[in-house]
């Protein structure tokens, strides 16, 4: 049983559409984040959520936008999607605030962008 | 933005050595973990670290939270063709609440 489910696995899309990523957890966490991952490897966090609450925002453009419909899931949706949005991206998940220590990460969305 | 300096980038070894990586920075850490992230998956963490000076161990692998709060380093011994992968640093800065700052990986291949 997934703790912790990303779809779609790989993304592939054309400059300028807009598209979402979803992410579930199964674990009860209380926060959920987003975190990017780019070419190189280098890993940034994006948001943070702490039960439907915005805790993190990081200096993301503001086409890229976190939905929390309820604690068990953070949902990311992207605007005019651009060729350095080509990434991919993580959810993750940990019981409170901070406590990375117990975080849980998915297996990560592939997007590309052409 | 705040950096850490994760080395080396890349390492090749024969099964059985042992490996070596650390991240090192100039601002003070209050807390590091050490992840190991394997293709396709998300990153799994190895061992967390809290205090100055704590040394961690996870089975073959050990983790040390340097004494200035400026480093830490990650020990793998006896290397087995499973921990190929990518090993990243975190860290949390002292008095914030706030992000988990990653290295740039260390990228780990064993041959046989």
């Known amino acids: 049983d997934t703790a912790v489910s990303q779809t779609p696995k790989y993304l592939v899309t054309q400059m300028g559409n807009d598209k979402s990523i979803k992410c579930e957890q199964n674990l009860g966490h209380d926060t959920m984040y987003w975190y990017k991952q780019d070419s190189k490897k280098f890993l940034k966090i994006m948001f943070s959520y702490n039960n439907k609450e915005l805790i993190i925002n990081e200096t993301v453009p503001n086409r890229f936008s976190p939905k929390s419909p309820d604690k068990a899931h953070l949902n990311l949706h992207i605007n005019s999607l651009e060729l350095g949005d080509s990434a991919v991206y993580f959810c993750?998940?940990?019981?409170?605030?901070?406590?990375?220590?117990?975080?849980?990460f998915g297996p990560g969305t592939r997007l590309t962008v052409l | 933005g705040q950096q850490l300096n994760q080395s080396p980038q890349s390492m090749f070894i024969q099964e059985g050595e042992d490996v070596s990586m650390n991240c090192t920075s100039s601002s003070i850490f209050n807390t590091w973990l050490w992840y190991k992230q394997d293709p396709g998956e998300g990153p799994v963490l190895l061992i967390a670290?809290?205090?100055?000076?704590e040394l961690t161990s996870n089975g073959r692998l050990t983790a040390q939270f340097g004494i200035t709060r400026k480093d830490s380093f990650l020990n793998i011994s006896a290397s087995i063709p499973s921990d190929v992968g990518i090993y990243f640093c975190a860290g949390l800065l002292g008095g914030s609440q706030g992000n988990l700052i990653f290295g740039k990986g260390t990228k780990l291949s064993v041959k046989p």
């Open positions: 670290l809290y205090k100055a000076g």
């Open positions: 993750a998940s940990s019981p409170g605030t901070y406590s990375y220590n117990e975080q849980f």
